[in-house]
């Protein structure tokens, strides 16, 4: 049996996760930069979702030495916002968070088979710039309520470099703290497959604060949620591609991907939208995991005893 001392700590930090969920969902809410700037006055995301993993969760070490020595643990993050009192890894916590894209904006751009619609050209810029507000209006507003944080991808020292096995890769990586968080898994096409689907973007911080984590449905199965690796069916994005970046065989070429973005899309939201940023995601929409897990990779709820 819990003690009431027990309980006491157990109930602060419930509140706590009801907290950083308020700050998100309020920024999210009134922030004018939420916003795809358009007439309509339409926001650039639908409602965002929060799941938290524990900074010595071992993946993100794991994950370290997969993909390269520069890719920073949680640990590392914290230390260069704050190399005066560094914290002990599991005195922190990554908070992660998905913004998925709007019904609208997925409807726009499941209708386009080679470039991007202005929609989702939009979320992409001006949904982008709301996403780097959002990290650094988080870790400002847990700082200052004495839980120090930071917005890792927005450090100065963040960088691409490449790796090895991968190639072009950042110093932090938003989809792998996602995937450590319970958001989802990966898939043919290297996105994440999350329970809000793969037409999402992601942002995270790491604080130092008490807060329970988040279990993460598919164990450590990095790509338990793609109908291609978990059945050897489906394949929907790889014919979404008109670069041929994704085939069934290979996965996701990195290099097609990239040179079809920026000698393709572009170029071309630039010139039609006026947008910055190198919007394409063809591939992340008109698929069984658009918006959701694809059903049948979901356990069937059980039944009620008789
Ligand atoms: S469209 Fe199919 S193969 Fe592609 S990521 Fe989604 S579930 Fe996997
Ligand atoms: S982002 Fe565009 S080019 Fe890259 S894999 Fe997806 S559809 Fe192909």
Redesign the pocket.
């Known amino acids: 049996m819990r003690s009431s001392a027990g309980m006491e700590r157990e109930s602060l930090a419930m509140d706590s996760v009801i907290q950083v969920e308020t700050i998100i969902h309020d920024f999210w809410a009134s922030a004018p930069s939420n916003s795809l700037h358009l007439p309509s006055g339409e926001k650039a995301w639908a409602e965002p979702h929060v799941a938290i993993a524990r900074g010595d969760d071992p993946l993100f070490l794991h994950h370290k030495e997969l993909i390269g020595p520069f890719l920073w643990t949680p640990e590392e993050a914290y230390a260069l916002a704050f190399p005066e009192a560094p914290a002990p890894a599991d005195e922190l916590r990554v908070i992660s968070y998905v913004l998925p894209q709007t019904p609208q904006t997925r409807a726009d751009q499941r209708r386009e088979q080679t470039l991007p619609t202005e929609r989702w050209a939009r979320s992409r810029f001006h949904g982008e710039e709301f996403n780097c507000a959002l990290r650094l209006h988080l870790a400002e507003s847990l700082t200052r309520a004495g839980y120090p944080a930071v917005a890792p991808e927005r450090l100065p020292g963040f960088a691409y470099q490449q790796s090895e096995r991968f190639g072009l890769a950042s110093n932090w990586s938003e989809r792998h703290a996602a995937f450590i968080a319970g958001h989802g898994t990966f898939?043919?096409?290297d996105a994440m497959?999350t329970r809000w689907g793969?037409a999402v973007r992601f942002g995270s911080v790491v604080a130092r604060i008490e807060l329970p984590v988040t279990a993460r449905a598919y164990g450590d199965d990095p790509r338990a949620w793609?109908?291609?690796y978990a059945k050897g069916t489906?394949?929907?994005?790889a014919k979404r591609c008109p670069a041929d970046a994704i085939t069934t065989g290979a996965g996701h070429d990195k290099g097609a991907c990239f040179n079809y973005i920026r000698e393709t899309t572009t170029p071309y939201a630039t010139r039609n939208y006026g947008t910055g940023a190198t919007p394409c995601g063809l591939c992340q929409v008109k698929?069984?995991?658009e918006a959701q897990v694809?059903p049948a990779l979901l356990a069937a709820p059980k039944a009620p005893p008789v």
Request: glycine content about 6%.
């Open positions: 898939s043919l096409s497959i793969k793609c109908l291609w489906c394949g929907a994005c698929i069984p995991c694809p």
